[in-house]
């Protein structure tokens, strides 16, 4: 940490925070420029959260951190890349999957007919929610344990694992039952008792980016999990919140390349909630790939305009079938035109 | 709600959502324009959440709609503006509080000075946190039932009621024994497992804008509690995230303006979330209070270079007394020259 | 200058950024901690353009600045309140003004009722566009030099000098004889070409703060027009684009504090443009005042529903009236209600 | 459009309006609802601007457009796509190309050098800047016409067109001179005087996105130029301002997508001003021709530790050279496994 005294900063407040950092088991470097001074704590051994305070302490301007804050989650502590298994599927290094099923399950039917079109057309995991979370307390909240029943029964049938999302700690021990991946939710990102309780699950955490949260906060959500004891985690890149109307949310493929430059963990992306408009999701799908991601979540339903929820961003089974066709081909430009 | 077709929609895809706005349970009314249609769904009795899948029919452009998400919370239903009690201190339609104390609950001596002193420059409640939501895993988690007993003497001792933040619903029990308003924390503001719950107690709701939340948004936070249940919700403005990074946030007063427009429920500003910096609370505070807000949350610490979080944002118990005096003087502009 | 070396950082890329350092004029302390190494910059003659290159360099992680970028605008340099004079009416340290009138000039007729009406209610300066900026092609652009003249007219009746807006430097000369203050829009806070010439003319400028701009950005641009000579600048915060899809902008009254913090000029408040909803208007007007704000810029035309641009923004001659009525009364809070 | 009356409007409010929608030349259809009435303008003769002004009528909620502002950059009068031509290399529908150079022009060796290096590697076009808008004054401002010669020279050794930014109208005739294509840049997209005089210029223009400008907004700066007399636009997406601090700017690729849908108009990425960190920018290359971009623009300086601006985010000569070569090369994902 290095603390940037201002420029009216007296004697007396410099050797003030010079004790202080002391205090706070560091060692303090002084360097005294022409206009201020600054202070480096320097050392291993310090309580960091004391010394956030100095900030309030007269003749601070600033406080200026060098080291990033998360350690088990980042590349320092560990170097190979790690490769998570959900229900015998791999994602991470290499081990690249599809997950694909409809925003909520609506019905048994509807979900089967789902399941059914997403594996023929390729897919290795479901995904489908139970439990909802919207925006108004007069929308469709999901069918709860009823919908859990539907997706053991459809991962029986298909053979693919299931995703779909815990909202509570109260449903936690329930949703493990039925579920391969427990899905944290983008508005609970920063849910930390959540997050403190999935730490002591053995079921692997998809854990979405909240629509405002940045790369770092993203990792120290994660680092929650890791810390607590869960270290099978998979981020999910979802679209932030920008000024664009006309997507739902901006589709940031710069941050899935950040966070494995800074992270050891797969990162997954969803072009379906990331964009919020059904026609420009094939490209976001072969963006995500080319950018690194390590796997694509696509909403999928059998009638998009009956959808209880995100019809408008869910594909249907004949356009899912062709998208999967698509990415199988090769990508290429050659003599500066793309063919 | 407003179908706005597309300009290459066939005369089939007009009439098949004409069909299915009137199996939605609307009437619907069409226009036929130069260039595209649009048709109108009306009626009371419709299913709006089967409507909004329209949005993935063919041919169709956008769905507009025409009125507030929200019913019970609106100004539409109700007239009278409300009021609520938190333990005998009235907040709304001319009640006006001053919150104060520090932004965790450290220790017995630290949290008591600071009762203590807000009480004696004239605060109407304490605050202070007990579980404190931290972005990383390594910061101050905030003491727990520990506070919360800490928080039962203070009031005891200085008679003000207690405002504090549950996190989960699991805390929701043991923290309606000991505070007399709960608060939801702006990470918080669409936990919806959380909303429901606190929706079943007997205590008022303190409910804080998410950081990147619409005033529409909060406003259907804030039905959740109404629509299930319970009636006492003040909303609390706390800043949203902006790119200006001097602020740790940007106090939004037209939002407290808009949603007193909007709305039949107390509204008060947080200024020191609302900005993070010292230097500019005591004007945001007056601001504020010019903008039309109920009340202020103030937090105020008896060493804030000391504070285990938030000590920058932080009042010292001299500076918010001279704040509380200032408050109370007439504030005005005459001649062109402020006085 | 601070350099933060990766935790990689090789000795020798150490030994090279101390060298690059001394090269561009500086001193280069170092400082080595358990897990990286950073380097400070010290010294007044050095070149602080070409030091930031070395974020380039191998082995560095990041460079942090420790002082403000700009000088003229701020208080290190310069500790007294600048007062700018427009046409005898002083802003600034006390002084404190309203500019009324429409958006854009419409008609001699237009111009003139509201000229009249801004007068009578007590308005101390007449703002009018004659050069709009229009997102849209098709939309109206302003009647250019035709409207220059009507705003002479106006002075010479009511007496009330004239600030209007300048969009490019071909317009600079011929705006410099009809105007006495030159607005800089939002839009064109960053238009260097017309801050350098305006900081050769002899009129004030009104720079506006750019919608996504920062206050230091904002500030930076001021610093443009006193580097190159023009000393009389008027801030104006204008509001800022955010996510809330009610208001048109965020009106960031925080900023006013900021700026006035951290630079010595007058600063006033458009809350028209700020907030671009009549209802929120006049909270938003005394809200700004209690920030500290040194005047407002106030959207007035005879008729809004006819304005041929920012109507739904406008109050209307008696809704200003009484705005300047209102906001010659005190407001104060006392007993914890305010009255 | 149609106007969204509020729910207390009275029936002279609602006539009011109806009779001011045909004033402004439109049919008015009323849609009686149930809590609610609106009221749909139709027609192709009215005058939209007038019409908006409604807005501000009594009793009238909100105006809601159902037609897009942009005429000409549009797909509903032009189903081609449009291939612009830039001194012999096409852009768009099927041709792409590569833009490369150094931000700014330093000296005639540093460009020409990175010339030399860029044409060696497969570029197809030059960029480099030689007036340079900088946030602070006492950054370096560019060359000026000097670096124009030296931009000729290059183009005359390497046969590569030459592509700079021109940021104001005073030196359009001069930049035009010496560039095949001019560029606006993105603080400059709603430069309106600086568009309407592109407009009449014979070079392309390559237009920036705003750094938070919308689509629609983007899509209204070309309409300037389109409008105006010149039909040879390429747009650039080079990032939006975003919470995301670890990055310079978002770079947007849905955006990139949505603009291909909207308009004919061929839309190239800029992934070194939109990530600002060299690390992403090869990922972000191979995302952006995957999303559908027609091309990318690189910054490539011969030595970035010494740029005189954006080093950062400069790939040197071998980085570029490799960047080429991998682009080359098909990307695919098979069986799951991306190779």
């Known amino acids: 940490m290095i603390v940037n005294m201002s420029p009216e900063a007296t004697e007396e407040q410099i050797q003030h925070v010079i004790e202080r950092i002391k205090e706070c088991g560091f060692q303090a470097h002084v360097i005294r420029g022409a206009e201020r001074t600054v202070i480096g704590a320097v050392g291993k051994e310090g309580r960091r959260g004391e010394l956030e305070a100095l900030q309030a302490a007269p003749g601070v301007a600033a406080l200026v951190p060098i080291s990033q804050p998360f350690k088990l989650v980042g590349r320092e502590l560990r170097s190979e890349r790690t490769v998570i298994d959900v229900g015998g599927v791999k994602i991470g290094d290499g081990h690249w999957v599809i997950i694909a ?45 009823e919908a859990l029943g539907f997706l053991r029964e459809a991962r029986e049938e298909t053979g693919l694992p299931i995703v779909t999302e815990v909202m509570g700690t109260e449903d936690v021990s329930l ?87 800074l992270s050891h963990l797969p990162v997954v992306a969803d072009p379906s909630h990331g964009t919020g408009r059904r026609s420009v999701i094939p490209s976001m799908c072969r963006a995500a790939i080319a950018a690194g991601a390590d796997g694509l979540m696509v909403e999928v339903h059998p009638c998009p305009e009956r959808a209880l929820s995100d019809g408008p961003q869910s594909l249907d089974l004949p356009a899912f079938a062709k998208l999967m066709r698509e990415l199988e081909r090769p990508m290429t430009t050659r003599a500066g035109v793309m063919v």
């Not at 995991?125 to 439990?131: N, Q, T």
């Not at 403190?196 to 909240?210: C, E, F, H, Q, Y």
Request: include cysteine.
């Open 101 to 145: 099923g409809p925003c909520s399950v609506e019905s048994r039917e509807q979900l089967m007919e789902a399941a059914r079109g997403v594996q023929r057309a390729g897919a290795h995991m479901l995904r489908g929610g139970a439990y909802k979370p919207r925006t108004s307390p007069y929308d469709f909240q999901g069918l709860g344990v």
């Open 175 to 261: 949703v493990c039952e039925y579920a391969d991946m427990l899905q944290v939710g983008a508005r609970n990102m920063q849910n930390f008792p959540l997050l403190r309780r999935l730490a002591k699950v053995d079921r692997p955490v998809l854990l979405k980016r909240g629509p405002s949260a940045t790369v770092k906060e993203w990792l120290l959500a994660a680092e929650y999990l890791l810390s607590g004891g869960n270290p099978n985690v998979v981020l999910c890149e979802r679209g932030i919140k920008t000024f664009e109307a006309e997507l739902r949310n901006t589709l940031d493929l710069a941050a899935i390349a950040l966070a494995k430059e």
